[in-house]
């Protein structure tokens, strides 16, 4: 996935709807959202704090995905440690939006719409990340976002070398209970 800063978005990838498609009954959230972009960014600001990072950066532009382009933002994040901080990133693409669409709302108002859905949902993504936390003992929800050498991040590392492939257990193994204990 590559990056490019203002540009605009040309037509759909494949297996993503267009904005001007969706509905909550298909497990879409923020579509109708009348919150602000600002107020979703101070949102999101808060969520990640809350998990124990900082975003650094807001950078709008769009994403070249498969041949498409879509709207979206790079958020630098920093995630201090121990006084350390360690840099992270993440990129959030919004759904394309029909160019040729008889609505009575403008391409740009379309466009803009987009734009706060994806932010509610990176919000409301985040709070779940943050139950999740609080309910995985060692859970570490930034991890993935982390920066590491080539500019990838860590989540980037795991899918471009195929280990995801090894995180789930084969159809013939089954789920043994245990017992958690914790080591002080």
Same mark, same amino acid.
Request: glycine content about 10%; overall charge negative; hydrophobic content about 40%.
């Given at each position: ?5 203002? *540009?605009?978005? #040309? ?19 923020? #579509? ?21 990072? $900082? ?41 394309? $939006?029909?160019?040729? #669409? ?6 740009? *108002? ?42 990838? *991040? ?31």
């Amino acid at each position: 996935m590559n990056f490019i800063p203002d *540009t605009q978005p #040309h037509s759909r990838p494949e297996g993503v709807p267009f904005f001007d498609d969706v509905k909550s009954s298909g497990g879409w959230a923020g #579509h109708t959202t009348r919150k602000s972009i600002a107020a979703l960014q101070s949102e999101i600001n808060d969520a990640v704090e809350r998990l124990g990072g $900082v975003i650094k950066l807001w950078q709008r532009g769009a994403f070249a995905i498969d041949g498409q382009e879509r709207q979206g933002y790079r958020l630098e994040i920093a995630i201090e440690k121990d006084g350390s901080v360690l840099p992270g990133q993440l990129d959030i693409a919004a759904l394309p $939006v029909k160019k040729n #669409h008889s609505l009575r709302r403008s391409l740009e *108002t379309r466009q803009k719409q987009s734009m706060k859905m994806a932010l509610y949902m990176l919000r409301e993504a985040f709070g779940g990340l943050w139950f999740l936390q609080q309910l995985a003992p060692g859970y570490a929800p930034l991890i993935p976002l982390l920066l590491v050498e080539g500019g990838k *991040t860590v989540g980037e590392m795991w899918l471009d070398a195929g280990l995801t492939s090894n995180l789930l257990p084969s159809p013939d193994q089954a789920f043994v209970e245990g017992e958690y204990e914790e080591v002080q």
